[in-house]
Each structure stands twice: as C-alpha cells, then as structure tokens.
C-alpha cells in the first residue's frame, strides 16, 4: 500500500508516541499498585458544584452549542476573579475565552501564535503537551533547564537571557510549575517580564495550578508586571481548582487582539464543549474562601505526609511551594536512571511514580528524578508510604 510507505503517524509527531502515563497507568492496573503518577485527584470536587451542573443538565443549560467564547456567566466570574484576586482588569467580552480544559488552550495558543520556523522557549522539565503542540504549530522549542539548588528547582535567568535569539516568538511559562513544585518568585517574574518587554516577545503562562500555592506564598500572574498585560496569553483551568478534571473547563485571559487570535484556532479544534458544565464552574469560582482555604490546608497536610515518608525511605525530597507533585532524587538509593527506577517500582513496592527524564530535551538533565503526585486520600498516601518504606 503505497500510502503506508511513510509511517501513519505525522513525522512532526514521531517522538510522541505514547504518553509516559498511558505506560505508568496501565502498568498500576497489572500489578495492583497505588498509582502516584497521573495528576488527578481520587475525591470529586464540591457537592454543590456537582449539583450546579445537576442543576444545568435539568434546566436545558449548555445541553446545545454554547456561544464560542464561553458562556457569558462563566466569562463574567473569570474576569471577577481576576479582578478580585489579582486587581487584573479583563473584559469578559473580548478578553476572555473558554476553552477545553487547560489543554485546548495550550494548543490553540500555541497554533495561533506560532508559525514555522518560529522558536518557542520553555522551562524544562515541561509538561508534556508544551513540546507536542510547539511540533504541531511547527515552531521550534527551545528548552531552558531548571536546576536544582537549595531545595529548589531554579530558573537560571542568564541562560533564558541566552536563549532568546531574533526568531523567538514567545516564552512559555507555567508557574506554579509542573513537575518541579517550584512557584516562581517575584524577582524572577520581574526579570522576565523586563525580557519580554526589551526582546517584544510575547508570553504563554500556564498558571493551572493558581489555588495550589502554599506556605502561604500566594500565587503572582505575570500579567500584572509591569508591560505585561498586554503581551500575556493567561491559562487556567478548573480542574486542579476544583477536583473536577474530567469536565474540561479552562480558560485564556489577555489583550483582545491576543485572545481573538486564539479563539481563532480554538474555533477549528472543537469550536465549544462543555456546556453544563461550564454554568457550574461558574458558581465554583464564586465559592467563598473557606474553600480555596481548606483546598490548601488539606493538600499541604497530603504534601508533608508524603514528603516525610520519600524521606524516610531515603529519596532527597524537593518540598514544593505549588501543584500537587513532589519531586524526588533518587541518588541516595543508589539508583541513577529515574526511567529504570519507575519501571521496577510497581514490582519492587506496589507504587507508580514518573521520571522526569520525559520532560526533557535534555534527558541527563532529568535521569535522576521522579515525580509523585499527592492528590490523593490519606489513606492512600498512607498506605504509598507504608509500601515505599520497604525500598
Ligand atoms: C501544567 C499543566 N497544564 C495544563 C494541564 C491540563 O489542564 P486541563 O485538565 O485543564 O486540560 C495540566 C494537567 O495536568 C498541567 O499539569
């Protein structure tokens, strides 16, 4: 068959076979493990916003095509919060966009603002989705590595200073940071935004994980430095928000000309979704702080019993300020090869974890550490550490 003399697969799209988590997931199923590796959490979100989507179900809201943006009272509530929380000002008519999930918004960014031959930088390690949709838009990535020091993963600034050259296009940004746990700080968002506006590079931000800051460290978008308004494509999402990530809601702030580029793409890939859901997650963002509140307390308290127990069984923990993973060194087990290592893990002691080694270009860079996830109830957590114990 003459069609099947290239491979199916667009050559763009060779190196992203299957995901790391297809692997890790399936591989928890066989041997009957407890499953730290996917990011999602084993409760649902807040009765009453499952009963706001109940609710809209039953009413007839969102069950038809909801208008393109978004439905206007979930626009509304994205521009309040911004508003209320971080004194951005959005205009819910053409400043705001819904899309599916986070993911959808990462893609259709990425598509509209990235042509080919266009670099892209990103903070690496990256979620997974970033280097599939720079390939999709035919951009370039440009991978600038965070490092640990001092119980930290840090963004060297001098080397993202480096690696703007005439053909990038934009930053990516995702603070807090996922797999690294690592929130960045005030200076270091300072000094990126001082890049952008000298270098007129546009920026991503993926700040999925907003409401999961902790220590009271409290989370900055990069929108609100200074020239960044209007060069800033915001995401979000509720799904980390709001324990419901299978409802797909998240959404795009920025400048109008920005966010009409992105709705231009966001259009061809699934035009609406959500519906229903959409309504409820517009009651979720008006929830009272009690319960971002009680969100942070239960998952610093799930943060430190599971940080404690990689401790003691001998992982070199990086405590995180954000998200909900806990990344790990895996030298002082002796181990080097954190892809081996996640592997093994399920036979040795019933755990799934990722390396991080697939979140980079540079796969050296990575080999050492794994990522487990901490979303998870307490007796789970109890019982991983209970089963990590014996390593
Ligand atoms: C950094 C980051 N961005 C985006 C997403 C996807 O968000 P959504 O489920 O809203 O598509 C995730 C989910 O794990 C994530 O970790």
């Not at 909801?66 to 509530?77: N, S, T």
């Not at 690294?180 to 890049?195: F, K, Q, S």
Request: proline share 6%; glycine share 8%; charged share 25%.
């Amino acid at each position: 068959m003459a069609a099947m003399t290239r491979p199916p697969l667009n050559r763009r799209l060779a190196e992203f076979g299957t995901t790391i988590f297809a692997e890790m997931s399936a591989l928890a199923v066989s041997t009957g493990s407890v499953n730290l590796g996917q990011g999602f959490p084993d409760t649902d979100g807040p009765e009453e916003i499952r009963e706001a989507a109940v609710r809209a179900l039953r009413d007839g809201r969102g069950n038809q095509y909801p208008p393109g943006p978004g439905v206007p009272e979930l626009r509304d509530a994205v521009a309040d919060h911004q508003r209320e929380r971080y004194g951005l000002e959005f205009d819910p008519g053409t400043e705001v966009l819904v899309t599916a999930g986070a993911t959808e918004a990462i893609a259709a960014s990425l598509l509209a603002l990235v042509e080919p031959g266009d670099e892209v930088i990103a903070l690496e390690p990256y979620y997974d989705s970033y280097a599939a949709c720079i390939a999709m838009a035919g951009g370039t990535r440009v991978p600038v590595t965070l490092r640990p020091h001092d119980g930290r993963f840090v963004l060297d600034l001098d080397e993202l200073r480096a690696a703007v050259t005439d053909r990038t296009r934009l930053l990516l940004l995702n603070t807090p940071h996922n797999p690294t746990g690592t929130v960045l700080t005030r200076e270091e968002l300072a000094a990126i935004a001082e890049l952008a506006v000298e270098r007129d590079l546009l920026v991503v931000t993926d700040e999925v994980y907003e409401h999961l800051v902790f220590d009271d460290a409290g989370h900055l978008p990069l929108a609100t430095f200074p020239g960044m308004r209007d060069r800033t494509v915001t995401i979000s999402s509720s799904g980390k928000t709001f324990s419901y990530t299978g409802w797909k809601v998240g959404w795009v702030t920025g400048a109008p000309e920005l966010v009409t580029a992105v709705r231009s793409a966001k259009q061809y890939l699934t035009f609406v979704s959500a519906g229903p859901f959409q309504y409820a997650i517009a009651e979720a963002l008006r929830l009272p702080e009690t319960y971002f509140d009680g969100l942070r307390a239960d998952l610093t308290a799930k943060r430190d019993l599971l940080a404690d127990g990689l401790e003691r069984a001998g992982f070199t923990v990086f405590r995180p300020r954000g998200t909900y993973f806990i990344t790990t060194d895996i030298r002082p087990l002796g181990e080097q090869d954190g892809i081996a290592f996640c592997r093994a893990l399920p036979e040795r002691c019933g755990v799934v974890a990722i390396p991080h080694a697939v979140f980079y270009d540079h796969r050296e860079q990575g080999a050492p550490f794994v990522r487990f996830a901490f979303c998870k109830r307490t007796e789970v957590l109890q019982d991983a550490v209970k089963r990590l114990g014996t390593l």
